[in-house]
Nanobody, 122 residues
């Protein structure tokens, strides 16, 4: 099982990125998909999660209205559109999957991608 997160980079405040999470040896439509982030010296925190069907999604208060999670089960890929980026969004972003629906607890997720760095700086 492999989850490949990509799409990170260096962006100015107010900028946007589209993060992708591609799965192999795993059928994503069986799983809820979560995006987490971890900044240096901080704990990993939940950013967003989407249900296996895509019918529901949840967001951390800090990203509501700026980030949008989506999934394309046909492509076995999930996305996180990140807009209006702020310096405090700087972190390594990870995707992860969970069988039993969304959770904000990292320990509830079975498989993790390797992370993609997002740096917001002028």
């Amino acid at each position: 099982v492999q989850l490949q997160a990509s799409g990170g980079g260096l962006v100015q405040p107010g900028g946007s990125l589209r993060l992708s999470c591609a799965a192999s040896a795993l059928t994503l439509n069986d799983y809820a998909i979560g995006w987490f982030r971890q900044a240096p010296g901080k704990e990993r925190e939940g950013v967003s999660c989407i249900s296996s069907s895509g019918a529901s999604a949840v967001y951390a208060d800090s990203v509501k209205g700026r980030f949008t999670i989506s999934r394309d089960n046909a492509k076995n890929t999930a996305y996180l559109q990140v807009n209006s980026l702020k310096p405090e969004d700087t972190a390594v972003y990870y995707c992860a999957v969970r069988v039993y629906g969304c959770s904000s607890v990292p320990g509830h997720y079975a498989f993790w991608g390797q992370g993609t760095q997002v740096t917001v700086s002028s």
